[in-house]
């Protein structure tokens, strides 16, 4: 299911063809999947009992897909053209303050619109009259992948006050020493998804100057959790995380032209490794260039954990695991030096030494 989400996001990539005439200006509306009566006329700015009298339409004033209906603009745009008459009055001496209370409610009330501009929001609460498709047209985002994000099933109906998922996707230009490793870690999506919604191959090397589509991944269902066996060293108040497994740090967190990311803990090979923290599993697979079998949890709040070198990998994408819950088994898979786990804290895509989070050394 997370595939197909994510093949049918990749479409987001492509233009969205513009509507021949904006919905306040036609004439003539052709009726399109998932429309209502109610939403024509909304968008059309006329009233659903005059769209109905207009074309005939009887109670329930049902509508089909193909078909034309007539808006009735007539009356409109006599009444707009109709002259108006303004009564002339004295000069209020309050005019000027008047003037600037309106406008800096005016401008408010534009930067509230802004705020909430159709296509940007990224939850949308359905209003009166709008269809899945009038609010699809409007957010520039596929009828169908709000569907899908939404769970929504034919005919695709919506709620007044329903709040929608707006599924949108980010881009990311590579830059020289960029890996599908290292941007499927910063946006905590599959590389192979990745590679899948750009059409490349998962095992080729990424290109300076590519322009990739981050899909955006759909929340999986969560699974139950089976009871975790004790962490080896559970966090204190004061730590964030519990160590992963018990053994000896081989090497350090280190910055600067000798980085080095994480720590690395020796254990013997097929020794069980634990989750820091309770999370969900973001990868969970090979990563052939650096660190073997690999398992990437998300924490929430910005924080990630990583656990590479594996011999095997015990947990599925997706999959929600609690604190102390078995993730893996140590192995020297990767650029590993022997049997170790090499183990990584992220805050915001940025590494941090995971002895700060740590309590004392096991």
């Given at each position: 299911?997370?595939?197909?989400?994510?093949?049918?996001?990749?479409?987001?990539?492509?233009?969205?063809?513009?509507?021949?005439?904006?919905?306040?200006?036609?004439?003539?509306?052709?009726?399109?999947?998932?429309?209502?009566?109610?939403?024509?006329?909304?968008?059309?700015?006329?009233?659903?009992?005059?769209?109905?009298?207009?074309?005939?339409?009887?109670?329930?004033?049902?509508?089909?897909?193909?078909?034309?209906?007539?808006?009735?603009?007539?009356?409109?745009?006599?009444?707009?053209?109709?002259?108006?008459?303004?009564?002339?009055?004295?000069?209020?001496?309050?005019?000027?303050?008047?003037?600037?209370?309106?406008?800096?409610?005016?401008?408010?009330?534009?930067?509230?619109?802004?705020?909430?501009?159709?296509?940007?929001?990224?939850?949308?609460?359905?209003?009166?009259?709008?269809?899945?498709?009038?609010?699809?047209?409007?957010?520039?985002?596929?009828?169908?992948?709000?569907?899908?994000?939404?769970?929504?099933?034919?005919?695709?109906?919506?709620?007044?006050?329903?709040?929608l998922q707006i599924p949108r996707?980010?881009?990311?230009?590579?830059?020289?020493?960029?890996?599908?490793?290292?941007?499927?870690?910063?946006?905590?999506?599959?590389?192979?998804?990745?590679?899948?919604?750009?059409?490349?191959?998962?095992?080729?090397?990424?290109?300076?100057?590519?322009?990739?589509?981050?899909?955006?991944?759909?929340?999986?269902?969560?699974?139950?959790?089976?009871?975790?066996?004790?962490?080896?060293?559970?966090?204190?108040?004061?730590?964030?995380?519990?160590?992963?497994?018990?053994?000896?740090?081989?090497r350090g967190f280190a910055s600067?032209?000798?980085?080095?990311?994480?720590?690395?803990?020796?254990?013997?090979?097929?020794?069980?490794?634990?989750?820091?923290?309770?999370?969900?599993?973001?990868?969970?697979?090979?990563?052939?260039?650096?660190?073997?079998?690999?398992?990437?949890?998300?924490?929430?709040?910005?924080?990630?954990?990583?656990?590479?070198?594996?011999?095997?990998?015990?947990?599925?994408?997706?999959?929600?695991?609690?604190?102390?819950?078995?993730?893996?088994?140590?192995?020297?898979?990767?650029?590993?030096?022997?049997?170790?786990?090499?183990?990584?804290?992220?805050?915001?895509?940025?590494?941090?030494?995971?002895?700060?989070?740590?309590?004392?050394?096991?």
């Open positions: 299911m997370m595939r197909r989400a994510l093949l049918l996001l990749a479409a987001l990539a492509l233009p969205i063809a513009p509507a021949s005439a904006a919905p306040g200006d036609e004439t003539v509306h052709v009726v399109t999947a998932g429309e209502t009566l109610n939403g024509i006329a909304n968008r059309a700015g006329v009233s659903s009992e005059a769209l109905a009298k207009a074309n005939g339409l009887k109670a329930p004033y049902v509508v089909k897909l193909g078909q034309k209906l007539t808006i009735p603009r007539a009356k409109a745009a006599t009444a707009r053209s109709a002259p108006t008459k303004v009564p002339t009055k004295q000069p209020d001496p309050a005019t000027p303050a008047k003037k600037a209370a309106a406008a800096a409610n005016s401008t408010a009330r534009a930067a509230i619109a802004a705020a909430r501009s159709p296509d940007q929001e990224s939850v949308h609460v359905v209003q009166p009259g709008e269809t899945l498709g009038s609010i699809a047209l409007a957010a520039k985002v596929p009828r169908v992948l709000i569907a899908e994000a939404n769970g929504l099933q034919p005919p695709y109906a919506v709620r007044l006050g329903q709040k996707t980010r881009r990311h230009m590579v830059k020289a020493g960029d890996t599908g490793f290292s941007i499927s870690y910063k946006y905590a999506v599959p590389w192979e998804e990745i590679a899948l919604a750009n059409g490349l191959d998962a095992a080729a090397p990424v290109k300076a100057g590519q322009s990739l589509l981050i899909p955006t991944l759909l929340d999986p269902p969560v699974a139950p959790v089976n009871a975790p066996a004790p962490a080896p060293a559970p966090a204190s108040k004061s730590t964030r995380f519990a160590w992963p497994v018990n053994g000896p740090v081989r600067g032209a000798n980085h080095h990311d994480g720590i690395d803990i020796t254990a013997p090979e097929g020794t069980m490794v634990r989750a820091a923290a309770a999370g969900t599993v973001r990868f969970a697979g090979m990563e052939k260039e650096q660190f073997g079998n690999l398992v990437v949890l998300d924490h929430g709040d910005g924080w990630f954990t990583a656990y590479a070198f594996l011999s095997r990998v015990t947990v599925k994408e997706g999959a929600t695991v609690a604190v102390g819950e078995r993730v893996g088994l140590v192995g020297h898979t990767g650029l590993a030096k022997g049997n170790e786990l090499h183990f990584e804290v992220r805050r915001d895509g940025k590494p941090v030494d995971p002895l700060d989070d740590l309590p004392k050394a096991p």
